[in-house]
């Protein structure tokens, strides 16, 4: 069964950092892209980031380039998201997601970890 | 960046009544995909491919559409269809975008 657990959310100070994990089971983690996306409370879905199987590539939107940063740990099955810079439109609720192979869609999403910005 | 706007943005339905969502691209896509999310809970996924259905989802639903514009359709409104939908697009010169999505409930 295909597992997703986010953690590491929580209350923050503007201008301050955090990182979440996310840990994947199974499935064969090392073969996937891997993603993280938000959502504002009361508000849709938005794709924050994504990184490819080896970690040797990494994608952001504008909103979040240059404060958000993605990695894994394929040993460990294990992806992150550092985030500085916190701004309070961080407030979110964070998923990882996973794509099914060969689509471009997400066939499982883990539980969600809220983060607030907020002094 | 591929803008999706999802139509209408909250509606109700009876029980037994047809429902039709949709969304449309700012530029052509190859293909649309929809999530639902109930309240307190992840998506999950449940059409993809513009026209297939995910495991599990109830054989009323149905995806149609191509190029710029796209629906989801409940042929006859369930309780447990109460929800919002969310539409999701992917190519090769654009993000991955999201709909602002849909909010349905019962009526």
Not at chain 2, 20 to 35: L, Q
Not at chain 2, 57 to 71: E, K, L, Q
Request: hydrophobic share 30%; proline share 5%; net charge neutral.
């Amino acid at each position: 069964e295909v597992q997703l657990v986010e953690t590491g959310g929580g209350l923050v100070q503007p201008g301050r950092s955090l990182k979440l994990s996310c840990v994947a089971s199974g499935f064969t983690f090392s073969s996937y892209w891997m993603y993280w996306i938000r959502q504002a409370p009361g508000k849709g879905l938005e794709w924050v980031s994504s990184i490819n199987t080896d970690g040797g590539s990494t994608y952001y939107p504008d909103s979040v380039k240059g404060r958000f940063t993605i990695s894994r740990d394929n040993a460990e099955n294990t992806v992150y998201l550092q985030m500085n810079s916190l701004r309070s439109e961080d407030t979110a609720t964070y998923y990882c997601a996973k794509p099914r192979r060969g689509y471009h869609y997400f066939d499982y999403w883990g539980q969600g970890v809220m983060v607030t910005v907020s002094s | 960046e591929i803008v999706l706007t999802q139509s209408p943005t909250t509606m109700a339905a009876s029980p037994g009544e047809k429902v039709t969502i949709t969304c449309r691209a700012s530029s052509s896509v190859s293909y649309m995909h929809w999530y639902q999310q109930k309240p307190g809970a992840s998506p999950k996924p449940w059409i993809y491919d513009t026209s297939k259905l995910a495991s599990g989802v109830p054989n009323r639903f149905s995806g149609s559409g191509s190029g710029t514009s796209y629906s989801l359709t409940i042929s006859s409104m369930e309780t447990e269809d109460t929800a919002t939908y969310y539409c999701q697009q992917w190519s090769s010169n654009s993000p991955y975008t999201f709909g602002a999505g849909t909010k349905l409930e019962l009526k």
